[in-house]
């Protein structure tokens, strides 16, 4: 069987509807995407606009949070799943944050995640939560490698991983986003065998960031953090042809991140 190449997208945009209200997801309609992550939607299914673009995806699949207007998470593909949930055993405070869709895809059984991991700079509590979800994500991870599946996660990780996923490392050191602990948890999730797909074609590249504080020009000036990421595991990653991210496209104070994956 031929193997095809796949383009993956993920976009934190910050509120679906604002998004929207700028056109900034026009450019989707240009752009030949097989599965389309996108988090922070701050959406209820019936309020994503159909507007946001024209091309019509066979398949969405929507997590909202119980709170409304809060966190969410949507994915669009025309392929077609054969499960999907979002994930009730990771996202416990049914906080909308989770897609879960399995794919075959060549010879693969993929288990693909679109994730908008919890941040943990408001308080202590959400912080400890976060770590929790971290390791609860990592666990459910596992379970399903277990199973046979290969996995594919997209999203907003909340965390920088090194000193150069962001600008100014001594100065967040203290920070949540950038603590031990969660970087820690990162240098984990890649010791079970997954792949930052990013650094595995770009290597120890700089300045390459992925959200900018919407204080003091910080875009402007490439002041970021890169803590948008796809990861793969291990037996997938010698099928990765390219990974990159968008940081022409606007509309949000994050920018996508690609994957392109030949399976």
Known sequence: MAKQNYKFISWNVNGIRAVDKKEALKWVDETNIDILGL????????????????????????????????????LFTDLEPHFTCNCPTVDILDEGRINEAHFKLGDKEIAYFNVYFPNGQSKEERLVYKMEFYDRFLEHCENLKKEGKSIIVCGDVNTAHTEIDLARPKANEKTSGFLPMEREWIDKFLAHGYVDTFRHVNGDIKDSYSWWSYRANARANNVGWRIDYFYVSEDLKDNITNAYIMGEVLGSDHCPVALEIEL
Not at 41 to 55: L, M, R, V, Y
């Open 39 to 74: 988090q922070e939607t701050k959406a209820q299914a019936e309020q994503i606009p159909e507007t946001i673009f024209d091309k019509n995806y066979k398949n969405l699949h929507v997590s909202s949070s119980a709170i409304k207007g809060r966190s969410g998470v949507a």
